[in-house]
T-cell receptor, first 114, second 112 residues
């Protein structure tokens, strides 16, 4: 079975540009999580969805960040406009069902904003 | 109250040694404590997990010890191997959606 798929794997952009990160969860999983990993702050939960509905976005750092899940097999995390401090590795994870303990992480997208 | 504190930040052991990584939490609402292993360029992967009604759990060479009264838990790796060299994160989970709060990570190096 394919795991969580993220694209692109690497993204380099200039400050002020819009960035869109994509995630395909494992088929049949109905919870999806977006995380950000930096050296300074470690792994932080940004937002999570259950059955395509955003449940908690309190971890989203600013209004420049937005996330959508239009269907069970696709989610996006958008940053507009991007800033150098947004440089990080962004992970998507999915979980089989509400209340399930295991989260399966994708390989991440390394974002560099110059 | 959402914080999970992890130590040490880095750890170097010889092959066959038993590295121990410690974590502490404050929020008693946490009810599930997983450990994740992350190799460079990869996403974290679940290694082993424990619930607070159990004091110890073993899976292969990996053991979690849990002290509910002290609100602490630790990971022990028996007979460590160079292939165990990775970053290890403890985490705590709460709520029906299983949000994870991660510790800061421990970079483990096992020397051959």
């Amino acid at each position: 079975d394919a795991g969580v798929i993220q694209s692109p794997r690497h993204e380099v952009t200039e400050m002020g540009q819009e960035v869109t990160l994509r995630c395909k969860p494992i088929s049949g999983h109905n919870s999806l999580f977006w995380y950000r990993q930096t050296m300074m702050r470690g792994l932080e939960l940004l937002i999570y969805f259950n059955n395509n509905v955003p449940i908690d976005d309190s971890g989203m750092p600013e209004d420049r960040f937005s996330a959508k899940m239009p269907n069970a097999s696709f989610s996006t995390l958008k940053i507009q406009p991007s800033e150098p401090r947004d440089s990080a590795v962004y992970f998507c994870a999915s979980s089989p069902n509400t209340g399930a303990y295991e989260q399966y992480f994708g390989p991440g997208t390394r974002l560099t904003v110059t | 109250q959402q914080q999970v504190k992890q130590s040490p930040q880095s750890l170097i052991v010889q092959k066959g040694g038993i590295p121990i990584i410690n974590c502490a939490y404050e929020n008693t609402a946490f009810d599930y404590f997983p450990w994740y292993q992350q190799f460079p360029g990869k996403g974290p992967a679940l290694l082993i997990a424990i619930r607070p009604d159990v004091s110890e759990k073993k899976e292969g060479r990996f053991t979690i010890s849990f002290n509910k009264s002290a609100k602490q838990f630790s990971l022990h790796i028996m007979d460590s191997q160079p292939g165990d060299s990775a970053t290890y994160f403890c985490a705590a989970s709460r709520g029906s959606a299983r949000q994870l709060t991660f510790g800061s990570g421990t970079q483990l190096t096992v020397l051959p």
